[in-house]
Every structure is written in C-alpha cells, then in structure tokens.
C-alpha cells in the first residue's frame, strides 16, 4: 500500500482528539464539579448531614399508600405522629404532650399542643389529626397502609383545637402505638389533602417543597436518586443540629460505602458483615451495632389448614408430629450459624419478639429451652418409630416412605443459601434428607399461602407495638375454604395462644402485658413450628465528623438499643471539620494509565502474526 | 441473544439489507407495508408479554402486603383491586386496550401505575443510551473504515484485536473494574469518579454546574457501555469496507487519478456507511441489554435499574411493562431503520 | 459468505501440545477431515483458541479429582474470610472462606455446562426450524420466517430476564431463557443456507430419484450445512456464556450454585470492593473473557477454513 502522509496526519490528529476528549473528558469534568462543588461550600456555610437511604428506596411520598423504608423513613420526618417512640422504647410526647384513658379503657384523650403551624403557617390542631384518621378508617385507599392500626376504632373527634378523642369498640393497649414515626400512622394537613381525598391513589405528593410538619421539610425528591430535606429550626422536640438533610439512594451497598470511605456521605444504617468487618478498622468512620429488630429463623409445616380445619396442600404430614419438630430444633446449632453466617454479629435467637424492644423480649426459663442434640433428636425419632432406611434416611411410620423434606429459600438471599446448607448437613445426621429450592419471594409466598411446603426461611422486623407480628400467627389468619384471605406466618393455629393474645391486646398495665406476650411467646417455642435461629443486629457505619447520630447507650453487649432514623437525623451534630477531600491528580492518571495498559497488554497478546492472507 | 449474537450476525450471515431480497425497489405499498409488518411484531409482543406474565400462577398479594398490617377485608380488595380472580381471556381483552392506551398496570412493588414509573424513568435511560451509542458510533465507524481500509496493517490488527477482547467482557464486570479503580480507588490510585446515581444533590440542581455534574456522573457508565458496544460497529464497518474495497467503481476512480484518502472518503465511505448505519440500527436490543446491567452496577436511575428491582420481587406487571417498552422501542429503531435506508441508498435514489 | 469472517483474530502463542493433532484418531475415508486439520493448524489464532477451550475443559473435567464438597461447602471451609492471594490460597478466598481457585475451577464446570446445553438446544431448535422453513419454502416456511423475525425483533435480554423471572431462579430456567432468546440467529442462517443447497444438483437428482422431504432434509441437506451449524454453534455459545453471565448477575441463579457469573455476582453485592477484594472480582471476568475469547476465535478460524472462497486462493 501506498502511504498517503497527509491522510495519516490528520487521522493521527483525530485519533489524538477523540482519545483527549475520553482521557481528558473525565478530569477536565472532574476538576471542574469540584471547583463548583468547593465554591458552593464555602459561599453557602449552611451544614449539610448526607445520609444513605434504605436500599428499598421510594416507593411513593404517599403517606396512605407508602410501604417501602425508605418511604416510611422520610415521611417521618416530614409529617407529625401523637406519639414519638422514647429513649426506653416506650411512647412519649410528641403533638400530643399528654394523654388521658376512661375508666372503661374506651376512650382516649389526647391533649395536643397548642400554637404549632404547618410549614405553610396555617396552624396545626386535633382536627387535622381527627381528619386523617378517619380518613383511614372510611376511605380503602387511605388504609392501605395502616388500616388495621385504626380497625378497632369507633370514632375519632377533635372537640377542640387541642383535643383529640378516641374511642375504640373493644378497650385496645396499643393505642398510644398506632400513631409513631416511621411506623406508625402519619397525620396530614387537611387543609392539603382534602381536595385529594377522591383521588388518593393516584395523588403522587410531589408538590415541592412538601407541607407538613416535623424535624425536617421535604424540598426536592428525584426518583430513584434522592431527597432533599431542610431543618424546621422551630421543631418542638429540638431544632435538628445541621441545616439541611440529603438521603441518597445507593442501590449496591458497596457503592454507598465507597461514598462514606470518601466523604460523600455521612451516614449508612445497615451494611452487611463482611462491609462492617472491613469498616471497623478504616480511618474516619465509626462503626455500631444495634439490637435486632427482628428475626431470621425457619418455619416448618403443621399441617395446612383452612379456617375451618380442612387440610390444604402439600406439606409432608411427618411435620404434623411435634416429636418430629422437636428433633429438627434440637438437630440445629444456632450458635454455629450466628458465628459463621453473620459473623457473630447478633444474637441466637429463642423468643419471637426480638430484643430491640425489650418490654416484650421474652427468653425461655432455665431448663426449658431446647439445646444443639443431636443424639437426643436421634434417641427421640427413634422411639417415635421412625426407622432408618439403608440410605441413612428414617423412614415415617404412618407413610412408610423416607423422609425428604423441601426446605424453600429466598433466591436473592446469601444468608438463606449459607443457613440451607448447614440446615441440610445437620438434618441429614438424624436421618432425614433437605431438597433446597430458591425461590423468588413471589413464588415462596404463593406456595406459603397454598400450604405447598415443608420447610420454609422467613425473617421478619418490627416496630416497637408487637400485634402485628403476634397476630399473624393466629387461627383468624388462616385462609378462607376458597384459599383466599388469611396471611397466616406458617399455619400455626392454637386455641391457647388466640385467648392469650386477645387477652393481651386489652392489658393496660404494661407490666402485666407484658407477662402475658412473654406467655404466648412461650406457647410459640414450645410449638417448634417457628424456628428462630437469631436475631442479627443492625449495623451502622457513620463519618466521625458527625456525633450523635448513634442513638442511647452502649450496652454489656456492646450493642445499642434500636436505632430510628427519626431521632438519629435530629440528633446528630457536626464535629469540627478538619479533613480535606479530593483525590489527586496523579491518581487519576496513573489509572488512565494502568487501563491504557492492559488494553495494550490485550492488544499484543493477540499479536497478528499473518495478516497478509486477508488482504483481497 | 444479546450482543454477542448481534456481532455474530454480519460475521457468519449474508448482510440482508445489501444482497437481499428483491424490494431492492420501493413499491408504492412499501411504507404501509413496513408499518403493518411493526404492527404485527408490536402485536406479537404483546400477545408473547401476556402469556409470559400470566402462565404462572401467582397470588401477588402477599407478597404486596408482606410485613405491613392489612386486615381480611384489604386483602379482598387488593385481589379486585389487582383483577386477579377474573378469566383469563377477560384479563387479556383489558390488557390489550389498557396497554394501547398507554395504561401499562399497576406495580404490585410501588402501588402506582407502571406507565408513570416508566416515564419517570425514560430520560436517564436515554441519556445515557444516547451518549454512549453517539460515542461508539463514531468511534466504530471510524476505527472500522480505517482498519477495513488496511485490512493487515498493524493499526487493524491493533484495532480488531482490542474490540474483540472488548467484546468478550461481560458487560457489567468490565462496569464494576471501572468502577473499583475510578470511583472506589484501589491502590496508589484514589478514586475521583462519582459512584453511584446521576447526580450530586448538594449541588444546585440547574445550569451548567448541573450539567458538568450529570456529565460527570454519566462518565462511567457509559464509558462501560462504549468499551463494550463500539466493537460491533468496527467488525460491521470493517467488512463493509472491505467488500467495497473490491468494487470496480472504486478502481475506476483511482484510475482517474484520485488521491487514496479522496477514493476513500468520498467513494468508499458513502457506500459502505448505508449498509452499516442500517445494521447498527438492527442492533439497538443489545445496547438495551447493556443498559439493564450498567444500570444496576452504577445505580442510574433509568429503565434498567427499574427492570432489575422489579426483578427482585418479581414485581410481574412492573416487568412485563418494561418489555412492553423495550420491545417497542427496538420495533421502532427497526422500523425508522428500513424506511431510512430505502430512502438514503443512491441507488434506489437514482431511479 | 461475506468478507466480514476474514476478520480473523491474530495470534503469536504456541499452540497446545494437545492440540496439534486434533485429527488424528479420525479413520482414514475423512480425508475431508483432515485436510480441514491441515489448514486448521495454518491458523495460529484459532489454534491459540482451541487451546484455551481445552484446557478450560480439561480443568472442568477432572475438577471433581481434586475438588470436593470440602472445598466448596461453606459449612465445611475453615479458611480466613476474604483474605488475599497467599500460597495456601493462590487466588485468595471469599466472604465465606472458600478458595476463589477452587471456586473458579469449579465454577467453569457449572457455566460451560449452562453454556453447552443452551447451545445445543439453541442450535436443535434453530437448525430445526432453519431446515423446514428453508425446505418446505411455501405457506410453511413463511410461517416459520415470520415467527422468527418476530422473535429476532424482541430485544434479547428483556426477554430473557422475563422467562427466568417467571420460570423461576435456577440453572434450568435459566439455560432455557438463554435458548429460547438466542434460536433465532441460526435458524434465519440455516434457511438461507438450506436454501442455496437445495438449489445444487444433487438434490435435483435425488429428488428425481423419489427421496422424500424427510429424506432429503436428513440425508442431503444436513450433511452439507452442518459445517455452518459448528460455525454458529461456537458462536452461539459465547453468547450464552455472557447471558449467563448477565441473568446470574442480576440475581436469577440459584444462590447455592458455583458459576462465574455467580461469584461476580457475590463478590459485588457481598462487599468486595469494601474489603477491597480484587482477588474475588477479577478473576471470574477474565476467565469468562478468556473462554468467550476462546470460542470465538476458534469459530472464526473455523470458518475462516471451511469458507470455499479461501480454498479457491490457495
């Protein structure tokens, strides 16, 4: 070929264009972002605390219809509740400074606070909160949320601006629970949400900035990406320490990380193990554990059944048999799987309610909970009759078939697909086969509502009003004949347990419910229906240029008690500022570098050696 | 299917659009008939979409209502709420009319109508899918034109070489190397790069800071999708190129004296560009599917990551609009593609 | 056949001591064959290929000979969690403590056997299709062409994520999804290709001999695409590869399995890059970059070899 120099030229010139523009692109942006970024800070001196927002994200800014953390977690921060959830994990003051019960534990007497304006100004009264809980109660959009914290309400008035009167059918302990950040039911300007009353579903509340009334004033949401919050200096539980809230969504938890180790961010309520483990040691970040709010554990068939006792599905029947159950729950080492699934970094678990609200933690007495035994569970099945087949596999001895058991997990789940396994090693020393199956949680839910299952994982949180959790574990929520209805847990069912529970949600003396929850937990271990396996802690990674953001105080253990993001955003402060951000510049090149590399390396492995025979 | 699949095909295939089939020559009819042939494939879509998501059985409704406290009665609603418990050919009916006027369902993971979570989501999507397919046209075009041109020459060994490794990295994989020296830092190196999302909220969100910011954001990602994506446009450059290279017209114009550069660029070029630009039309799905995990890797806010959350529940009406959407638009892509090249190529011109 | 396959790749290692006489155990009537050895070995690059291929293969062979449940049983590893490469663990180990070596070795039994089985369905199902439609030409084979550019107009990943959402996590569904979206290719090629052989003369004759379409569909026209499926085969293949790679990664495999893009998939969502654990990231990638490569090259200097207008220049 001819070498035409001035075609070479100018593609040589191109080729150094284009390439500039890529190489250089990125630090010329760079460099340029942080200038503005480094003029914006010191023209604006406001503060501002960056957080990362629940991996879940936002679902709408609907308060009625919102299920999503990240959802909850802004929504309480910008609309007020009754009551706010103290230090000791029991209700406290919030737009009500106190409240008052009848002598008949019908109705309730909320004292609200007088003089409070929404952030439009327009004052906030009773009849605000009047207003949206009755539009829970009577508009099915409204409760799609939290219609059945308001269920057993018979009427909801406000007879002046700085009273609230609540009157239930049946007397209900729970009230002052109903109405908590983050969890609880938020109250609405009516003077807002009237006109969206017949729409409601569709209402998307993105109307910035946000009215409404707490810590914080939603000014800006984009989705998928962020919110923005400013401080209500004249918040009446305390100003918020900085002056401005940004809750960034970070869907990979890693990346969220890389921010914090960077200094973009601020904040991150819950890393994983291996993420804490690393943090511990890195340099300007804190790291804390709080107590569980919830439960990772095992459910295991009873035997399906309907409201009214017809058996449903397809659940081995040797499940049926507590002996069988009971030699599964001694067969499991609780302490094994707390240490290598997550690190140690919980606590094994035995009572349903978790330890994050320790009014309703309840462990079993001395000698009654159930130890790592394998001999014994074997010695148990022995005895019950079920025989070992030549393949290591006990055989039923109503069925006389082996015992293979499906044991359903969360496919996205690491800690499910860890646990299976170990679960299938120790089953399998007393006899008895695990068939693992991940499943999307579509998939697992559908088989769980059918009874198509033997043993399934489940975890589950909860916020400091236990009902909820208990009450899935009734008869009541047993589906219906057709297979409709009912959000049963795991088909347990016992008439014991119902009379307790009820029994408990009409307790006012908290010492005394109390005692009755520890007993229906109690009737729920002995069951071995759910199998807790631990309660692993929430894990906080902070910037120490922010205190106050980890919440009480450190216990024996070393663990904080539940953390909100109500309290640790309004609490948290700036600490004096003296690091400095910004990689250098060498870095960058001396990436651009290691890339241009192993491009080249590519390039040269696969060195043409005869190119001529292309050539036509 | 992706692209691997896409760069297989000109490899091992005849190029249609060149040496094809005899509508060489635009009938009359030929517009109406390429319309009705993208209303037949948008009807296939629909029809492939409903059976896919409504085979299997499943109640969503504990799965929406999982961990919250909903009583009986919700429980009831939701289901009428959902249309779960009507016939299938009934449900089918309504989709259809729902999907055509734009009503795509209502998301069992976030309580609102699919159609207002896609539009929410179309503009990061097609920023960056614009920006990274300009990029890697450019780039693969010109690359390819000039190593087809000196097919052998070390600058085309150079260039084959590197996009073919290019080709062979998971997409996804190549966005997360990136990511851990760029962003995250490994090493002497420290990251600068932003890690995640679209924009710096504690910046102003308008004027030019904010485009510098979204330009910085967007760098990554689509620098992963570039790396990935351009090498299909060099290989289909590349052999259009080299099929053109033998064509007499071309040794009719070095005959008359004309400079290599000038046969190139004003004989070569135009003729190998038709057929090419037509394939990499062809070939939008595969920058789609690369939208989907660089999406994720880097947290963009765009369809992708829409597609791969709905994916963790899975979220089926969620899902089954975002093929609706991502079908539709590679039926258009393929549809403005025929009518483009039919209506650009000389040769159907000169007649 | 274009130009476009001449894009061969080029190449400067040796080949394989295992690779240089891939015919040799074939009987001596293919003497086809063997001249498609001869000029085969003339291709450094695809020989460089094969040579990876095999010793990728030869590792997911005999993996199970030094691999066993105790290496890859997170109940039973006792290694240091997320250490870097050390000589007890040249690759280092993973949040759980097991060798990423063993992992790899492992993991390139499970991918390639995902990738394998979709291709053979794939090629099956596509070739099948190719064959009668190209055949039987007519309402039939109209049919059948339309169906395909239906199925070659829905965006592949979409798809495919949707099949394996609604089949379920898994190998399986997984494996199908990845078939079910990538038939289309080969089939639009099998009914070109049918169709220019069924126009040669020695299906004439055998038509005029009273063979029926069966017969000549097996016996005629088989036989004479059947280099052109291995071409599409080994390409079909490394597609398959990075869509399993793709699905796995976003969370539609079976979270118990060991395959690359699995371990991609643990290592960036289990808090890798927090430990900085580039140990786990890296070498999943390349070696599906290395295997992809692999077959690609080897399809192309297979191609490059069997295409008739190369014969004619020798």
């Known amino acids: ?616 | 299917m992706s692209s691997p699949a896409a760069v297989a095909e000109p490899a091992v295939a005849a190029p249609e659009p060149r040496s094809g089939r005899p509508f060489r020559v635009p009938r009359p009819g030929y517009l109406i008939s390429k319309l009705a042939a993208a209303a037949v494939s948008f009807a296939v879509t629909l029809v492939i979409g409903f059976v896919l998501f409504n085979v299997m059985p499943a109640d969503p409704v504990r799965s929406m209502t999982r961990g919250r406290p909903v009583s009986d009665a919700q429980l009831a609603q939701l289901r009428i709420q959902l249309g779960v418990d009507r016939p299938m050919w009934e449900r089918f009916l309504s989709y259809v009319n729902d999907t055509l006027h734009g009503h795509l369902g209502y998301s069992w993971e976030y309580q609102q109508s699919v159609a207002s979570l896609v539009a929410s989501r179309v503009g990061p999507t097609l920023l960056l899918m614009g920006t990274s397919f300009a990029v890697s046209v450019v780039l693969g075009l010109w690359l390819g034109m000039r190593s087809g041109w000196r097919a052998g020459s070390v600058f085309d060994r150079f260039t084959s070489a590197t996009a073919l490794t290019l080709w062979s990295v998971p997409t996804f994989w190549l966005g997360m190397i990136l990511l851990i020296v760029f962003s995250v830092g490994i090493g002497p190196i420290h990251g600068f790069l932003p890690t995640a999302g679209m924009s710096d909220p504690t910046l102003p969100q308008t004027g030019m800071t904010h485009c510098l910011d979204v330009a910085r954001h967007l760098v990554l990602p689509a620098l992963t999708m570039v790396l990935v994506v351009y090498a299909q446009y060099v290989t289909i450059m590349r052999s259009s190129i080299i099929a053109e290279k033998g064509s007499p017209y071309l040794l009719t114009a070095r005959a008359k004296g004309l400079p290599d550069a000038s046969v190139r660029r004003h004989h070569a070029l135009p003729n190998a560009l038709l057929p090419s630009v037509t394939m990499i039309f062809m070939h939008l799905g595969g920058l789609i599917s690369g939208a989907v995990t660089v999406e994720a890797v880097f947290s963009w806010p765009g369809l992708g990551d829409l597609t791969y959350e709905a994916l963790k529940i899975p979220d089926l009406p969620l899902l089954q609009g975002t093929f609706i959407v991502f079908s539709a638009s590679v039926i258009l892509m393929n549809l403005l593609a025929d009518l483009v090249y039919r209506f650009l190529d000389p040769r159907v011109r000169a007649q | ?314």
Not at chain 1, 131 to 150: D, M, P, Q, S
Not at chain 1, 301 to 308: D, E, F, L, S, V
């Open chain 3, 1 to 314: 056949m274009t130009a476009a396959q001449t894009t061969t790749a080029p190449n400067a290692t040796a080949p394989d001591a295992t690779t240089r006489e891939p015919a040799a155990a074939v009987p001596p009537r293919f003497a086809g064959a063997r001249r498609f050895a001869r000029a085969f070995r003339r291709r450094p690059s695809g020989l460089a290929g094969l040579g990876i291929l095999v010793l990728f293969s030869l590792l997911a062979l005999t993996a199970p000979a030094f691999i066993g449940p105790e290496q890859l049983d997170v109940t039973r590893v006792n290694g240091p969690l997320l250490a870097p490469p050390s000589a007890a663990y040249p690759f280092g180990t993973d949040q759980a403590g097991r060798s990423v070596l063993d992992l790899l070795i492992w993991g390139s039994r499970e991918s390639l056997q995902i990738g394998v089985i979709a291709t053979v369905l794939t090629v099956v199902f596509g070739s099948a299709v190719g064959i009668v439609a190209g055949h039987y030409g007519g309402f039939l084979g109209r049919a059948l062409m339309h169906v395909t550019d239906w199925f070659i107009a829905l965006p592949g990943l979409p798809l495919a994520i949707s099949l394996a959402a609604v089949l379920g996590q898994g190998t399986t569904s997984i494996t199908i999804a990845i078939a079910a979206t990538s038939w289309t290719a080969t089939a639009r090629l099998l009914r070109a290709q049918t169709l220019a052989v069924e126009a040669r003369p020695f299906v004439e004759r055998a038509r005029a001999l009273g063979a029926g379409n069966w017969q000549i569909m097996l016996r005629q026209v088989l036989p004479n695409v059947m280099p052109l499926i291995l071409v599409s085969s080994t390409l079909t293949v490394t597609g398959a590869l990075l869509s399993e790679a793709t699905l796995t990664f976003l969370g539609l495999g079976s979270p118990a399995g060991v395959t690359w893009g699995e371990m991609i998939h643990d290592a960036f969502f289990g808090g890798a890059f927090t430990a900085d654990a580039w140990w786990y990231l890296l070498p999943p990638g390349l070696a599906i970059l290395a295997v992809v490569l692999g077959f690609t090259l080897t399809g192309r200097a297979v191609e490059y070899v069997l295409d008739p207008r190369t014969e004619r220049k020798r």
């Open chain 1, 1 to 616: 070929m001819v070498v035409r120099e001035s075609g070479r030229v100018r593609a040589v010139l191109a080729a150094a264009c284009v390439g500039g523009v890529l190489l250089a692109g990125p630090a010329a942006l760079t460099a340029a972002a942080s200038a503005t970024a480094h003029r914006s800070a010191s023209a604006t001196s406001r503060t501002t605390l960056r957080v990362a927002m629940d991996r879940s994200g936002v679902d709408t800014l609907n308060p009625f219809t919102a299920f999503f953390n990240g959802s909850l977690d802004i929504l309480g921060s910008i609309y007020p509740t009754l009551t706010a959830i103290d230090e000791n994990g029991v209700p406290g003051p919030y737009l009500a400074s106190s409240w008052a019960l009848s002598s008949d534990h019908l109705t309730w007497s909320f004292k609200i606070r007088d003089g409070l304006r929404w952030s439009d100004g327009k004052p906030l009264t009773a009849d605000d909160a009047a207003w949206t809980f009755n539009l829970i109660r009577t508009n099915t959009v409204a409760g799609t949320a939290n219609g059945t914290l308001v269920a057993n309400f018979a009427s909801v008035t406000a007879p002046d601006a700085t009273t609230l009167v609540i009157k239930t059918k049946q007397p209900q302990a729970n009230v002052t629970y109903v109405s908590i950040p983050v969890s609880g039911i938020q109250i609405v300007p009516k003077h807002i949400w009237q006109s969206h009353a017949a729409n409601l579903k569709d209402y998307k509340n993105d109307t910035f900035p946000v009215v409404g009334y707490g810590p914080w004033v939603l000014t800006d949401y984009r989705t998928a990406q962020y919110a923005k919050l400013d401080a209500n200096k004249s918040f009446i539980l305390g100003a918020p320490k900085y002056d401005q809230l940004i809750e960034q969504l970070y869907k990979a938890s890693d990346a969220a990380v890389a921010a914090l180790k960077a200094g973009q961010l601020d904040y991150i309520n819950g890393v994983n193990a291996t993420q804490f483990t690393s943090l511990r040691h890195v340099g300007g970040v804190q790291t804390a554990q709080a107590v569980g709010n919830g439960w990772t554990g095992v459910e295991l068939n009873p035997g399906a059944r309907t409201r009214t006792g017809k058996a449903i599905g397809t659940g081995n029947p040797a499940l049926t048999d507590p002996t069988m159950r009971r030699a599964i729950a001694q067969a499991i080492d609780k302490k094994t799987l707390l240490a290598k699934v997550i690190d140690g970094q919980g606590q094994v678990a035995a009572g349903y309610l978790p330890p994050a609200w320790p009014q309703w933690s309840w462990k079993p007495s001395a000698g009654e909970e159930q130890p790592y035994a394998p001999a014994a569970a074997n010695k148990m099945l022995d005895a019950a009759g079920y025989r070992l087949g030549p393949d290591g596999i006990r055989v039923g001895p109503k069925t006389g078939k082996p015992l293979n058991l499906r044991l359903g997990i969360h496919s996205d789940s690491s800690s499910d697909a860890a646990i299976s396994t170990y679960l299938a090693g120790w089953l399998k020393a007393i006899g008895v086969k695990v068939v693992i199956q991940p499943m999307s949680m579509t998939a697992l839910n559908s088989d769980l509502g059918k009874g198509d299952w033997d043993m399934l994982m489940d975890s589950w949180t909860t916020g400091p009003d236990p009902t909820y959790l208990l009450g899935i574990q009734s008869c009541s929520t047993l589906p219906n004949d057709d297979g409709t209805g009912g959000n049963t847990d795991a088909f347990f069912c016992d008439p014991a347990y119902d009379k307790l529970f009820s029994q408990q949600a009409s307790i006012f003396d908290p010492a005394q419910r109390a005692q009755l929850v520890g007993q229906v937990q109690d009737i729920l271990y002995q069951a071995d229906v759910d199998q807790l396996l631990y309660y692993a802690t929430d894990k906080i990674a902070a910037s120490s240029r922010v205190s106050g953001l980890i919440t009480g105080k450190e216990g024996v253990d070393g663990f904080y008690p539940a953390q909100t993001s109500f309290w640790s955003y309004l609490k948290a402060a700036p600490v004096a500022r003296s690091a400095s951000s910004g990689g250098g510049s060498t870095g960058v090149w001396l990436g651009l570098a290691g890339a241009l590399v192993v491009l080249g390396a590519g390039g040269v492995i696969l060195r043409r050696r005869a190119g001529a025979d292309d050539r036509e």
